[in-house]
T-cell receptor, first 115, second 112 residues
């Protein structure tokens, strides 16, 4: 069965510091990979996605993620965190070409930003 | 922009009540989904639908049912609400070939 692991439940970083959120997936086929962000009390907003091609993908709000097939990872990065980045982040995966199969989500990583 | 609208942001219901959560999307998406979100458990799929009047069980369908009479609308029904159904409920939609899902703003349901 497909699964997504986000090893860090909660991360605290200082404003201006760099950020890396980890995501590992368990999958037999070529995956489509996503990162979503959820601000408090809100729905999920797509940050970025990887389907194929260049393994380093750029997203909104200055985020990027790198797909590493050998490590089954899709880690999210940002060079300099802003206080407004405090939110919960979800990694999600689905088999490529699977049409209407729902996304499988990790349990999320909550990011706190301190001054 | 895709818009997925959930009818209520906050709901408070009594134990045993029948509860309807409504979701409407305006992008002619074929697929619609209901997820439940709880702290430490992430998003868990309750039901999804890939066409009008079609439905598929997700990971945690017990205590829930769904209805999709029109393509743009997907309803989640709690037949007899219980306190353990207190949660955040998220609706999402996508095209038939997926894979990207678009989410509503969520409904925080409290059952007392």
């Amino acid at each position: 069965a497909q699964s997504v692991t986000q090893p860090d439940i909660h991360i605290t970083v200082s404003e201006g510091a760099s950020l890396e959120l980890r995501c590992n997936y368990s999958y037999g086929a070529t995956p489509y990979l996503f990162w979503y962000v959820q601000s408090p009390g809100q729905g999920l907003q797509l940050l970025l996605k990887y389907f194929s091609g260049d393994t380093l993908v750029q997203g909104i709000k200055g985020f990027e993620a790198e797909f590493k097939r050998s490590q089954s990872s899709f880690n999210l990065r940002k060079p300099s965190v802003h206080w407004s980045d405090a939110a919960e982040y979800f990694c999600a995966v689905v088999t490529s070409g699977s049409g209407n199969t729902p996304l499988v989500f990790g349990k999320g990583t909550r990011l706190s930003v301190i001054a | 922009d895709v818009k997925v609208t959930q009818s209520s942001r906050y709901l408070v219901k009594r134990t045993g009540e029948k509860v309807f959560l409504e979701c409407v999307q305006d992008m002619d998406h074929e697929n619609m989904f209901w997820y439940r979100q709880d702290p430490g458990l992430g998003l868990r799929l309750i039901y999804f639908s890939y066409d009008v009047k079609m439905k598929e069980k997700g990971d945690i369908p017990e205590g829930y049912s769904v209805s999709r009479e029109k393509k743009e609308r997907f309803s989640l029904i709690l037949e007899s609400a219980s306190t353990n159904q207190t949660s955040m409920y998220l609706c999402a939609s996508s095209f038939w070939q997926g894979p990207e899902a678009f989410f509503g703003q969520g409904t925080r349901l409290t059952v007392v």
